[in-house]
């Protein structure tokens, strides 16, 4: 019988290991969920088949994973996760869960664990939540409250405090206006705003920064940032370095470097996680995974025109074993 049309409960443990020299076929997510069960068939826990995880997380969407973890449930009647879970370890551990979940799922865990426990990631609050469009925000809303039976804002406002607090919760409505349309007077009128906020006044007024950077379009801030400069001769990133401090100020950094170039601020970050004394690993697993379907190539591009190096050769260098493999693999 040909292998196409057997059944998956008919594959012999010699065609489930063949199954993964077919992990591009498109029709058959069925097999798909067998290239993770090589050790399964053959009874033999000791022989997981790292090579095939890695082909099949790096060569394959976000929603044919969530398929590929229903098949393998239904299949077999265990979760995906937990059998990688004890059967992995480390930093490609961690990786690879973490690309078995969706995205909105991984960004709201990501919140939880910072806000959870003693002290507060503030970090991690303002990367996810500076960087993310209006429909990803709304999503992780949602998977908060479906995994944690708790409110996303609510933990937030507890968690956070100041003008910190304020910016992440307007970021929160997910009211960004996301046109190409620019409005060139009122770029005019939001560059003398900010000015009279900033620089312009004793003291700061952090809620015209607020309206200005959580709710224009990224097009519209990069004419107000323009605007600016002609204004009062200065860079908006200057006047928000001498005007603000700690944690609000690298949120506002990074809502502006966002709108000008997200991509170039993903690549300044993954480049400074890989320099100086040690790796961050938590922050090359965060970029990858969260953005291995929305700009990684782009990302990949801008890391070498910006530092004339390869993003892989440089994960290559500061990284190793299956791990490595992993991260290189997503790039490609």
């Given amino acids: 019988m040909p292998l196409a049309s057997k059944k998956s409960s008919e594959l012999s443990p010699e065609e489930v290991v063949g199954v993964k020299m077919r992990v591009k076929d498109k029709r058959v997510p069925e097999r798909l969920a067998l290239c993770f069960t090589r050790w399964e068939a053959s009874m033999d826990l000791s022989s997981t088949d790292e090579a095939t995880i890695i082909e099949v997380l790096s060569s394959r969407t976000s929603n044919e994973r969530q398929q590929i973890k229903q098949k393998y449930k239904a299949t077999y009647g265990k979760d995906l996760e937990e059998v990688l879970k004890n059967e992995l370890s480390g930093n490609f551990k961690k990786t690879a869960l973490a690309l078995l979940d969706c995205p909105s799922e991984y960004d709201a865990r990501l919140l939880q664990r910072a806000m959870e426990g003693l002290g ?14 209006n429909k990803e925000i709304i999503a992780i809303k949602e998977a908060y409250q479906r995994l944690f039976d708790r409110s996303l804002q609510s933990d937030i406002k507890d968690d956070t405090n100041g003008n910190l607090k304020k910016i992440l919760v307007s970021l929160l409505q997910a009211n960004r206006d996301e046109g190409d349309n620019v409005d060139k007077d009122l770029a005019g009128q939001d560059a ?62 990074t809502l502006v470097r966002c709108a000008r170039d997200q991509e170039g ?68």
């Fill in 120 to 133: 507060t990631d503030e970090a991690v609050l303002i990367e996810v939540l500076c960087t993310r469009t």
């Fill in 192 to 253: 003398r705003d900010l000015h009279d906020a900033g620089e312009g006044r004793w003291g700061t007024d952090e809620l015209a920064f607020n309206e200005v950077l959580a709710k224009r379009s990224h097009k519209q801030l990069q004419a107000t940032f323009q605007a600016y400069q002609i204004l009062v001769g200065k860079d908006i990133e200057e006047a928000i370095e001498a005007e603000t401090s700690g944690d609000l100020q690298t949120a506002y950094l």
């Fill in 265 to 332: 601020y993903f690549a300044d970050r993954l480049y400074k996680s890989m320099t100086g004394a040690g790796t961050d690993e938590e922050t090359l697993i965060h970029i990858f995974v969260t953005r291995a379907e929305v700009d990684l190539q782009g990302i990949k591009a801008k890391f070498q025109e910006k530092y004339q190096k390869s993003l892989s050769d440089m994960v290559r260098s500061d990284t190793s074993g299956d791990f490595q493999r992993l991260l290189v693999a997503l790039l490609h």
